[in-house]
């Protein structure tokens, strides 16, 4: 099958489960479905047709391997279509959306308010493995890392919930998309990924990161014996190919 096949069959598929929805719903998986701003639409579409390669098959993998879990953080959460998938298909779950940059932050919230049944917890916050102030500049609608822009206080994962939360919570399953900030956040989480073990859906930027924090991460991953598995594929990835990639990958940590 072609890509232009791909897309074709998966926008079908799309139009098909859209039928019968209000103008303000969005249907991304047979049975998962919820409001939002129609600002959102065409960037959750590439979830449905329009990345059939490769967020498509992300989105396969997180409804697959993100299924019965019960609290989700979702770091990089822009518009929250990860915890909004969450809480649609896990009933009685509930998700951390972290998202830095003003503008998705407001959609997202707007995207929470549209969802009052589902359990979402918007905090615009940065996280890494400092509390150190950093520079953080935009990118197409969102904040990175960048030696220009404005300072930003950032706090990491395990510092943010010990000391924002009256008792410990459990903690499942962790998505991360951050730019290239992979490492500093997976360390920021340290305790919470000893402690748990969660399932981590992780976005490894090959495009931003330098070969050796690549490894860093590698290393991270084997220390805490987690199975790498590629999205593209739903099967476990070879780590030793995944410095010849030239592009982002879509990892599951199992």
């Not at 139009?15 to 303000?24: H, P, V």
């Not at 959306?97 to 589902?118: G, H, I, K, Q, R």
């Not at 609608?141 to 300072?151: A, F, K, L, P």
Request: glycine content about 4%; charged content about 25%; some cysteine.
């Amino acid at each position: 099958m072609t890509i232009e096949e791909k897309i074709e069959f998966l926008k079908n598929r799309y139009e098909s489960i859209q039928l019968g929805l209000s103008q303000d719903e969005i249907c991304i998986r047979p049975g998962i479905r919820f409001k939002i701003t129609e600002f959102s639409r065409f960037g959750f579409e590439f979830f449905c047709w329009r990345s059939p390669e490769e967020m498509v098959l992300e989105m396969d993998c997180f409804v697959k391997y993100a299924y019965g879990k019960k609290r989700l953080i979702d770091v990089g959460s822009f518009h929250g279509i990860f915890s909004l998938v969450f809480n649609s298909m896990n009933k009685e779950s509930e998700s951390y959306a972290f998202e830095p940059s003003p503008d998705p932050f407001a959609v997202l919230m707007d995207n929470s308010v549209l969802n009052t049944s589902l359990k979402i917890n918007p905090i615009r916050l940065a996280l890494s493995d400092t509390s150190i102030e950093v520079n953080m500049g935009k990118e197409w609608d969102h904040y990175v890392e960048s030696d220009n822009g404005i300072s930003i206080k950032p706090s990491s994962g395990d510092g943010y919930f010990s000391n924002e939360m009256p008792t410990p919570i459990m903690i499942d399953a962790l998505k991360i998309d951050v730019e290239g900030m992979e490492l500093k956040v997976l360390n920021g989480f340290r305790q919470t990924i000893e402690v748990y073990h969660p399932t981590i859906f992780l976005e490894l930027h090959l495009t931003k990161l330098p070969e050796a924090e690549v490894w860093e991460v590698i290393r991270f991953i084997e220390k805490h014996d987690y199975i790498i598995l590629d999205s593209r594929t739903d099967a476990v990835a070879n780590v030793y190919n995944i410095l010849k990639e030239k592009t982002d990958l879509r990892l599951i940590l199992l």
